[in-house]
């Protein structure tokens, strides 16, 4: 029996036994060690405000219908973050060297779930890089958003950069902002994130609850605004707040997963007199503008790289380590009280 996270419904999650998968020729089985939980993705679905509850994506019209024939509850073994061993390979695939044998670590989506069959050719280039932990590989998929909005955002050598939302995801760009050389103002509402985004390359924090986020940014930067701005807490007072805050002519990158209306968003304000540019961020691609040369696998392989030769530290931002069968309350605690964790890892 295979062990699986599934929320029943809003608020409401279950660990339940599935049976185990039969293993069939291209395949291989993983056994999971770890598998984060993203506080954002897996939280719409958990509260229940992910638009595909409530509409259908068309992937011929690239539109949302209203109609609700798509995802609905229970929804069983979300995640895309685990790392686990492989168990078992399948006989016609056994023998081809560039897929992971039996025994290797790898690093892939296969969600909250003890085992898995997946497609051999899925983890083609996904096997744990030597000398970094496995749990720190965990951060594969989550890097590579945050290493996209980096890219979305075009830094240049002396910069300014403003990222709005050091969670997870916000602290990992801010390093990445920085190793890109770029100067990071980093801004959010809890002050422990800003304490933990000085570690991770910030120059300066900015508590978001004084209201005066912008003016202080312009103030910093003679009175310019910074280059361009990050957003990628999926807040619209976050990202109103971003687009006042960049310069004439600035770059604001959206990141966030943005749920129902855009309260607080009021784009005849600043974004329309100061002619700001807004670019969307989202995993499913990568900017146009290096499209013929980085791609999903590329976005990945370099954040892990980077983690393996200790330019940023994902394992740092691991703030819980919950067995699998504890993981209501974790979903619990990341809903009701963010302020006290970071990235939460689940075991199997």
Not at 112 to 131: D, I, Y
Not at 178 to 202: F, I, M, Q, S, W
Not at 327 to 347: C, F, G, I, K, N
């Amino acid at each position: 029996m295979s062990l699986t996270v599934q929320i029943t419904s809003p608020h409401h999650v279950e660990v339940i036994d599935q049976p185990a998968p039969e293993l069939r020729p291209g395949q291989v089985r993983v056994r999971t060690s770890f598998s984060g939980i993203s506080a954002g993705t897996e939280l719409t679905a958990y509260r229940g405000s992910n638009p595909y509850l409530n509409r259908s994506w068309d992937p011929d019209q690239r539109l949302f219908v209203d109609d609700t024939t798509g995802v609905g509850y229970p929804l069983a073994g979300l995640g895309y973050s685990e790392v686990g061993q492989v168990v078992e390979v399948a006989p016609d695939v056994a023998d081809d060297p560039n897929l992971p044998p039996v025994g290797a670590q790898v690093w892939g989506i296969w969600g909250h779930r003890s085992e898995a069959v997946l497609p051999a050719e899925k983890l083609r280039g996904c096997m744990v890089p030597a000398g970094l932990a496995p749990i720190a590989a965990t951060f594969a998929r989550v890097g590579a958003v945050a290493l996209n909005a980096v890219l979305a955002a075009d830094v240049h050598l002396g910069e300014t950069v403003a990222v709005f939302g050091q969670g997870v995801l916000g602290l990992l760009t801010t390093r990445l902002v920085r190793l890109n050389g770029g100067t990071v103002v980093a801004v959010d509402a809890v002050p422990g994130r800003l304490e933990k985004a000085l570690e991770y390359g910030a120059d300066i924090v900015l508590d978001a609850r004084d209201g005066t986020v912008a003016t202080q940014i312009r103030k910093f930067t003679d009175g310019r605004g910074a280059d361009v701005a990050i957003e990628i807490s999926g807040s619209y007072p976050a990202l109103h707040e971003a687009i006042r805050s960049v310069a004439v002519n600035g770059r604001v990158v959206a990141s966030g997963f943005y749920q129902g209306d855009g309260m607080g968003l009021r784009l005849g304000d600043e974004f329309h007199h100061n002619r700001v540019g807004l670019i969307c961020s989202q995993i499913g691609g990568v900017p146009p503008a290096v499209a013929g040369r980085w791609d999903q696998i590329r976005l990945n392989q370099t954040f892990l790289r980077l983690a393996t030769d200790q330019q940023i530290d994902p394992a740092g931002l691991i703030t819980h380590v919950i067995p699998v069968r504890e993981a209501a309350a974790a979903y619990d605690m990341l809903d009701r009280s963010p302020h006290e964790a970071l990235q939460v890892v689940l075991t199997f």
